[in-house]
């Protein structure tokens, strides 16, 4: 009686939810095929409060005994088909192959399941939610769905007719569906099967981790020892290639321990959802009443942000022009897929790499895609063969794919193989990589190759102060140019921004550095700034939480003034025999720039203000690459005074201003002029 009035609920639901129209348009599509099936595969999309508001105890069986549910849908569904007539071809129950597909599952702890958490349950086979980060994937192959056997014994009754059909199970092996040693029920004989009627489906295998292991790339422990494990996700028809290698996704399935070459537990994907963005919760008081304070000038709150920022690691005023550039760098990440052009990448040349290195590890942890790129792996995406012999190649995600949105911290170029850093060379122009699978390599019989989005800003440094680079040195032959000789021209030039951190660029006081090691050696934890106590490390994280999220747009004034700067430092940049010096990318790096300024604003719109701190540091960049020109900036020309109070940051906005009137008469000067901006203004 029970399950009698399970199967009238799950009609009713059927019936109530549309799922009994879809099922019959499915039906239709087999009958209209006219050809004979195994097995015949329906999908049902189950809301699981629905269901338990009609009926707990089919509810319950569809949350905590999902095998036994699918049995009454598949009763409820082999009557329909008999009695509305619905495949001619259908002669079993056993031949109706149902997957219960669910919305969701109850927002309660028993149904999550964490992989940081030991031990985890994979013998209950119910279903559970995770999430988590793609690390790996393999290509797709196939695997049976279903299959029809029959009694070798000619003269038993079940030699013919379909009254034998083994069908893929969440956690079976391939073997446990089809294999040569079953026998038949009634007179023991050995089954065969009949591989005309084999049903194969779509597989794919991923590995992903929860989101809280990225601390192990982030260089972050909090001085704690934790572990954390992937989990192998079984994706199959409908479900292949809904996944891509670095997004993070929500995961309904149920875990099993798969017994192959080594026992795994792994997971079989029911339903699959995309996380959405983390919504920000807003800015401290802190910065709320900085921000009000600085309301007049549109450079004062940047200039502060970047004076204070990171005041535990290295003085406050120092790093100030490398500090910004950061800021921005984070402003332009994204928890969502973002465009392309919001990257900026940077290169420092430096000859204190342990600072710096602390400095770049600190930031790349206020947000939450910042990986911190370990020496002895890969940067990008690499081929291995699949664990699970499943004939697949597997490939792994890398550090930049990892870091999608985010950023990727890839420490020092010189730690760097030639062969990679033409590899990167080639990622920052184009912001994608291909991986090539030779087909005699991995079984397969013709090669393939897939395409990856590089989504990421790329940080890295230089150490110009090691002893082969010492002795590479040469003489400069431009003004304001740096000696890069010993990085390859190309790879420079890829760089979205180049910063001189060394000891004779005027960012780098070395008095207040020194003093500043000292202490902290003397009392490590200790807060040597008002500063560190008043704006926290939590406060910047929210900030830039609250900040990336800001939509902006171009004022007009602003946008005529990055066409004009870019098109007049085209012009004076160009020289008969190398052309111009200038890429299309220069472009979009300005945007972003600009962008980013805005944003750490906290505003809307891209003022021509905004503009004027993007071109001065994207020129003093371009100094360094190239040298100076007739728009000639200093190199401190963000930063000309150090800002000890009020006083100094009005004379930074006097300066900034006269900065803006020479920069229009660059424009002016060097650009296209207004009839440029006529046709499509």
Wanted: hydrophobic share 40%; glycine share 4%.
């Amino acid at each position: 009686m029970s399950n009698l009035k399970m199967k009238e609920a799950a009609l009713i639901y059927l019936d109530r939810s549309g799922g009994l129209q879809k099922f019959i348009d499915d039906c239709k599509y087999y009958n209209d095929s006219k050809q004979s099936y195994a097995v015949y595969r329906f999908n049902i999309l189950i809301n699981p409060s629905d269901v338990v508001e009609l009926d707990a105890e089919l509810g319950n069986h569809i949350l905590h005994q999902p095998l036994k549910a699918a049995e009454v849908f598949q009763s409820v569904c082999f009557i329909a088909v008999k009695t509305l007539s619905l495949i001619g071809q259908l002669q079993t129950e056993t031949q109706i192959n149902i997957v219960l597909k669910l919305t969701h599952l109850p927002p309660l702890p028993s149904y999550g399941l964490d992989l940081c958490e030991f031990p985890l349950d994979y013998t209950s086979q119910r279903f559970y939610m995770m999430q988590g980060i793609v690390i790996a994937m393999t290509t797709v192959t196939k695997y049976t769905q279903g299959a029809r056997f029959l009694c070798s014994d000619e003269a038993c009754p079940l030699s013919k007719g379909f009254q034998y059909i083994r069908v893929h199970v969440p956690g079976a092996t391939e073997s446990a569906t089809v294999r040569n040693d079953f026998l038949c029920n009634l007179c023991a004989s050995s089954l065969q099967e009949d591989r005309k009627f084999r049903v194969l489906g779509d597989k794919q295998i991923v590995e992903i981790i929860t989101t809280k292991a990225l601390h192990a790339f982030q260089g972050y422990s909090n001085n704690q020892p934790f572990r954390f494990q992937s989990l192998t996700i079984f994706l199959r028809d409908e479900s292949v290639n809904k996944m891509n290698i670095g997004s993070e996704y929500k995961i309904i399935g149920i875990p099993t321990c798969l017994k192959t070459s080594q026992t795994a537990v792994c997971m079989e994907a029911n339903s699959i959802t995309l996380c959405n963005p983390r919504v920000p919760s807003g800015i401290s008081d802190n910065f709320k009443c900085l921000l009000s304070l600085t309301s007049c000038s549109c450079w004062k709150f940047t200039a502060i942000l970047a004076n204070i920022f990171a005041s535990h690691i290295v003085p406050s005023g120092t790093y100030n022009l490398l500090k910004l550039c950061l800021l921005m760098s984070l402003v332009q990440t994204s928890d969502h897929n973002k465009e392309l052009e919001d990257c900026l990448d940077i290169l420092i040349i430096t000859s204190d790499t342990l600072l710096i290195h602390r400095l770049l590890n600190f930031s790349i942890n206020l947000v939450p895609r910042g990986i911190r790129h370990p020496v002895s792996t890969e940067i990008f995406p690499t081929l291995s063969r699949n664990k699970y012999g499943t004939g697949a190649v597997s490939i792994q995600a890398g550090s930049a794919l990892l870091a999608k949105g985010g950023i990727c911290f890839i420490g020092d170029l010189a730690s760097h193989k030639k062969d990679k850093l033409e590899q990167l060379q080639s990622v920052l122009e184009s912001r994608s990589i291909t991986v090539y699978i030779p087909g005699k390599k991995f079984g397969d019989d013709i090669d393939q190759q897939m395409t990856f989005q590089l989504q990421c800003s790329f940080w890295s440094f230089v150490d110009v102060d090691s002893s082969s680079k010492r002795n590479a040195q040469k003489t400069n032959t431009l003004i304001g140019q740096m000696d890069c000789s010993l990085i390859p021209a190309n790879l420079v030039e890829a760089f979205g921004l180049l910063i001189n951190c060394n000891e004779s660029s005027p960012c780098y006081p070395l008095l207040p550095i020194v003093q500043h090691t000292l202490k902290k050696a003397i009392d490590p934890e200790g807060l040597l700034y008002v500063a560190s106590k008043q704006f926290t490390t939590e406060d910047f994280e929210k900030l830039l939480a609250f900040a990336k999220n800001l939509n902006v747009e171009f004022s007009l004034e602003a946008e005529r003034m990055i066409h004009g700067y870019y098109l007049a430092s085209r012009r004076v940049r160009t020289d008969s025999i190398c052309g111009s010096k200038l890429s299309a990318s220069a472009l979009k790096y300005l945007v972003s720039l600009s962008e980013a300024h805005a944003r750490l604003n906290l505003r809307n719109k891209v003022l021509k203000e905004d503009v004027l701190i993007a071109a001065l540091v994207f020129e003093t960049s371009l100094t360094l690459k190239y040298g100076a020109t007739v728009f000639c900036v200093a190199p401190n020309a963000v930063f000309p005074f150090e800002l000890y109070n009020e006083e100094y940051l009005e004379q930074r906005d006097l300066y900034l201003t006269q900065c803006q009137q020479q920069f229009q008469q660059f424009i002016a000067t060097y650009g296209p002029g207004p009839a440029i901006f006529s046709s499509d203004e």
